[in-house]
């Protein structure tokens, strides 16, 4: 499966914005699906996933709250709804499908990665 990451872009502290992240060339139903980010000079973050059904989903501390979540499999699509953006949520996000039923939470934990879109916040 293939995937790709969309909706970034440059907003001011306190902002919205929604990214999706679209699977091709299969189903993306069969996967957890989890997002990360990674700002310069850091290494790749963990931020949120969720399992297969759309029932559990997991949230760093720094993003609860804020961010939330979904799936639509019917649409073949997981979103990332982020609200009251802080300068610090700047990176590149990635979305990361997983055939791991539990414990998510590092890079490894993930099969398939799309490219990532970039998230600028300025205050």
């Known amino acids: 499966v293939q995937l790709q990451a969309s909706g970034g872009g440059s907003v001011q502290a306190g902002d919205s914005l929604r990214l999706s992240c679209r699977a091709s060339?299969?189903?993306?139903?069969?996967?957890?699906v989890g997002w990360f980010r990674q700002a310069p000079g850091k290494e790749r973050e963990f931020v949120t996933d969720?399992?297969?059904?759309?029932?559990?989903?997991n949230y760093a501390d720094s993003v609860k709250g804020r961010f939330t979540i979904s799936r639509d499999n019917a649409k073949n699509t997981v979103y990332l709804q982020m609200n009251s953006l802080k300068p610090e949520d700047t990176a590149v996000y990635f979305c990361?499908?997983?055939?791991?039923?539990?414990?998510?939470?590092?890079?490894?934990?993930?099969?398939?990665w799309g490219q990532g879109t970039q998230v600028t916040v300025s205050s």
């Open positions: 990361a499908a997983s055939t791991r039923v539990t414990v998510r939470y590092w890079p490894r934990d993930y099969n398939y």
């Open positions: 060339g299969g189903a993306i139903r069969p996967y957890a």
């Open positions: 969720i399992n297969r059904s759309g029932i559990t989903t």
